[in-house]
T-cell receptor, first 115, second 114 residues
Framework: GESVGLHLPTLSVQEGDNSIINCAYSNSASDYFIWYKQESGKGPQFIIDIRSNMDKRQGQRVTVLLNKTVKHLSLQIAATQPGDSAVYFCAETGAGGTSYGKLTFGQGTILTVHP | NAGVMQNPRHLVRRRGQEARLRCSPMKGHSHVYWYRQLPEEGLKFMVYLQKENIIDESGMPKERFSAEFPKEGPSILRIQQVVRGDSAAYFC????????????FGQGTRLTVV
């Protein structure tokens, strides 16, 4: 079946560095992609989203890049802080007509930021 | 505006007992989604409900699991005759509209079957 997966299960960076978390997806018809941050013992927290008709979107300290040609999604975090340490998931919805609440999640990348 | 509220946060059940997990969506949200997360895995979709209707239950196990979202009160995920394999974190998310809107997640209920 369709799936969303991540290249790297763990990522360790120094405080102040930029972080890049990658994600590959298999459903070429996916409309909408979201990055979530999940801290230990908590629910997923929305970070940033991007629609399939865009290739880049920027937020506060975060940028999401979408490459539909190779079905690849990345999350860039600028000036990473210890508070950014968490598990990061990419998620996608299906093609048009699928509820945005019905998401397919990737396995997750553990980001550890060292002071 | 309170977020999505789930309770209990932690639930311990013996094999064969029933587990009831509750989810109160954000104010104004009429769409609820339940997800299950096994340790060190991503979330897996279970069911999508609107008030008094099950819209998509493609992720629900065929037996022992049921969900409802009544006209009044929280959404309930019910697991009958729990087994150890049901141990997981169960997350609820809500959105104001089914399509084209972000879903907000609760803090989850961690079910442990002993």
């Amino acid at each position: 079946g369709e799936s969303v997966g991540l290249h790297l299960p763990t990522l360790s960076v120094q405080e102040g560095d930029n972080s890049i978390i990658n994600c590959a997806y298999s459903n070429s018809a996916s409309d909408y992609f979201i990055w979530y941050k999940q801290e230990s013992g908590k629910g997923p927290q929305f970070i940033i989203d991007i629609r399939s008709n865009m290739d880049k979107r920027q937020g506060q300290r975060v940028t999401v890049l979408l490459n539909k040609t190779v079905k690849h999604l990345s999350l860039q975090i600028a000036a990473t802080q210890p508070g950014d340490s968490a598990v990061y998931f990419c998620a996608e919805t299906g093609a048009g007509g699928t509820s945005y609440g019905k998401l397919t999640f990737g396995q997750g990348t553990i980001l550890t930021v060292h002071p | 505006n309170a977020g999505v509220m789930q309770n209990p946060r932690h639930l311990v059940r013996r094999r064969g007992q029933e587990a009831r997990l509750r989810c109160s969506p954000m104010k104004g949200h009429s769409h609820v989604y339940w997800y299950r997360q096994l340790p060190e895995e991503g979330l897996k979709f279970m069911v999508y409900l609107q008030k008094e209707n099950i819209i998509d239950e493609s992720g629900m196990p065929k037996e022992r699991f049921s969900a409802e979202f009544p006209k009044e009160g929280p959404s309930i995920l019910r697991i009958q005759q729990v087994v150890r394999g049901d141990s997981a974190a169960y997350f609820c998310a809500s959105s104001p509209l089914g399509l084209d809107t972000e879903a907000f997640f609760g803090q989850g209920t961690r079910l442990t079957v002993v």
